[in-house]
């Protein structure tokens, strides 16, 4: 026998949930009596009547606003990679300043090329690296040839004894053996080129003529010039002429597309500054007490 009042609840319950659902939406008032039920007993028939009443939420404030149709954006356009720089190979070679009068600087610009040759080792497939160290000349041939970037352990080495040139011949200079006064003693760096074999005091034109030389035989690369200087080009009455060799070559460089970088390296004095920026014409010129922040400069820029 079916108990009628548990399932009269039961009607009623789902009732209520479906007026609280409709409720929530408009305010009313409605009854609701269960569906007729058989029994196998007469019972009277029981009504059960629910009144809901539910105001609606109040508003706080109402807002109008109008819609205005207008074109349409047009789609974004997907952002365009930057090209990479090509990796066009490298030449580079260091002119390098060897001059007696250099003593005091020479360790700066040791530290600063053994720099380079660390970065070199980043550059792109093919690149190469040289020197040319001068004088008041330079050797017939370069101290350090143009040498791959894959094969630099022999670069390292030799670059970790640079020194001032070599006073294998001995001049006497204000009655004194000038070896032994100026430079240290005779014959005590026989790595490096002679101090007067191929010229005495100092000629940058003649280190920046050997490096156009050696770059020029690989025209397919791009080409750098980085000139380690001590002071300008001297001295006597050769001074003149010297200063002028260099503000040509230095233009020439420019001229050709090269990039040509000057490192003052140990450099102080204003005025010594001052002679060399007139000695290279237009070139810009870097300096640095220390010449490895100057070289870590013209890295970044390679």
């Not at 009144?51 to 356009?77: N, R």
């Not at 380079?116 to 017939?140: K, Q």
Request: with cysteine.
């Amino acid at each position: 026998m079916v108990n009628r009042g548990e399932s009269m609840r039961n009607h009623l319950t789902n009732a209520a949930v479906l007026v609280l659902l409709a409720a929530a939406f408009n305010p009313l008032t409605c009854t609701v009596r269960p569906a007729d039920t058989t029994v196998s007993v007469a019972e009277p028939v029981v009504e059960a009547v629910i009144e809901v009443v539910v105001e609606p939420p109040a508003i706080a404030e109402v807002v109008e606003f109008t819609v205005v149709e207008g074109p349409s954006d047009p789609p974004l356009e997907p952002e365009r990679p930057i090209p990479p720089r090509p990796d066009v190979p490298m030449d580079v070679v260091v002119v390098q300043d060897i001059t007696g009068s250099f003593q005091t600087g020479i360790h700066h610009a040791r530290a600063a090329v053994l720099q380079l040759v660390d970065a070199a080792e980043g550059w792109p497939a093919g690149s190469r690296l040289g020197m040319s160290t001068f004088v008041g000349g330079v050797a017939p041939e370069p101290w350090t040839p143009l040498t791959p970037v894959t094969d630099l352990v022999g670069v390292r080495s030799q670059w970790r004894e640079l020194d001032i040139c070599n006073c294998d011949i001995e001049r006497v200079f204000g009655g004194q053996r000038l070896c032994s006064r100026g430079y240290g003693g005779f014959d005590k760096r026989p790595q490096m080129q002679s101090c007067f074999e191929y010229g005495a005091q100092s000629h940058p034109a003649a280190g920046l003529r050997q490096a156009i030389s050696m770059l020029e035989e690989h025209p397919e690369s791009r080409k750098i010039v980085v000139l380690v200087i001590g002071g300008p080009a001297c001295c006597g009455d050769k001074a003149e002429q010297r200063s002028l060799e260099t503000q040509e070559l230095s233009a020439q460089i420019g001229e050709a597309g090269w990039d040509l970088w000057v490192v003052g390296a140990g450099v102080h004095d204003p005025e010594h500054l001052e002679s060399l920026r007139q000695n290279l014409g237009d070139t810009v010129i870097l300096d640095a007490e220390n010449a490895l922040d100057t070289m870590e400069r013209v890295i970044r820029s390679l």
